[in-house]
């Protein structure tokens, strides 16, 4: 098994699995730690502030507006203050959500997400829950593979961060539509959430192995219903989507945008031969739009493992490709 295969292999989404929420006691055996020589090794606190974490959370519109404020001061000022990127992705007609992403030390991501639960705290936008005065909500976007390192064995972690930092924590117990993303939400003081921050980043910098493949949520319009997706549309619930051929081999369709297309083919092929190599399925792309969309088919075949591998291979490279755009746009607007 090569190093991509086996990359792919630990990072497979346990579907199957369900973490409790809020502290709720968790299933003996259900997430197994990494060994020694699988974690990276953080000596002290001095070693995690520096290590490079990206850290999502899914904010309203008007929370979005609060925190990028007038003109782009506030996200500004914030990026300043923290040495950390962040950015928020643009609105989407009829979608209530967007989507904060920050990247940079650990420091610095849980210091930028204490000034923006600050910044709302001073600014609550219209209708925003009630919470108790001088608190705010954060709702963070954490990789299903992930949750077990935070929630901990028997709920033990969840509860210690809690307890440490004064946070109230809920973790959902489903993954976001489309995704292999959950959510966990931090309600709590703008210094408490800094500190949950901190201590929720630990854990994903120590088991940063089980994100790489996740499939990042992407808010999208009611109308698109469980088959949307902001990526590739995937059409996996629809029996005509997969055709038998030779018996064990299956055919399955993928329409992709058109100005995405370049970064799964990448430069002089070399992207689609890797994820040819590694999935072991055929993938053949069409040279010409399928409808007026603009949208080209790719056409995957192979065994169910290959084709899971390939669409686990095209998902992560769409989704690192719309959040490096989305970064761009966001720094150049403002």
Request: charged content about 25%; glycine content about 8%.
């Amino acid at each position: 098994m090569t190093d991509a295969e086996q990359q792919y292999e630990s990072s497979k989404p346990r579907y199957e699995k369900s973490y409790p929420s809020n502290g709720a006691p968790e299933p003996a055996g259900e997430s197994e730690p990494q060994s020694d020589t699988q974690r990276p090794q953080f000596p002290n606190d001095e070693a995690f502030a520096a290590a490079q974490l990206t850290l999502r959370a899914l904010v309203s519109s008007k929370e979005a507006g609060v925190i990028i404020g007038k003109q782009g001061k506030n996200v500004a000022d914030l990026r300043e203050a923290t040495g950390v990127k962040a950015g928020v992705s643009k609105p989407v007609p009829g979608v209530h959500d967007r989507v904060l992403s920050v990247t940079g030390t650990l420091e610095g991501v849980a210091k930028a997400y204490s000034m923006a639960a600050q910044t709302l705290v001073d600014s609550p936008p219209p209708s925003a829950s009630s919470l108790a005065s001088g608190t705010t909500s954060i709702r963070l976007l954490i990789s299903h593979n992930q949750m077990g390192t935070i929630i901990g064995r028997q709920g033990l972690k969840i509860k210690a961060i809690q307890d440490e930092c004064s946070v109230r924590m809920v973790a959902s117990k489903e993954m976001l539509p489309n995704s292999t993303e959950r959510i966990v939400e931090v309600q709590g003081a703008a210094e408490s959430i800094r500190l949950a921050v901190w201590e929720i980043g630990k854990c994903l910098v120590e088991d940063w192995q089980r994100a790489t493949g996740t499939i990042l949520y992407n808010p999208q319009p009611k109308e698109f219903g469980s088959s949307g997706y902001s990526g590739p549309r995937v059409r996996t619930g629809n029996p005509a989507d997969f055709e038998s051929s030779d018996g064990a081999d299956q055919t399955q369709n993928i329409a992709i945008p058109a100005d995405m297309v370049g970064c799964i083919i990448g430069r002089g092929g070399a992207k689609i031969q890797e994820i040819r190599r590694v999935s072991g399925a055929r993938i053949s792309i069409a040279k010409q739009p399928h409808d007026e969309s603009g949208e080209r088919m790719f056409t995957i075949r192979g065994t169910a493992d290959e084709n899971e591998r390939a669409l686990f291979m095209l998902y992560e490279q769409l989704e690192h490709e719309k959040v490096r755009r989305q970064m761009e746009d966001q720094e150049q607007d403002e």
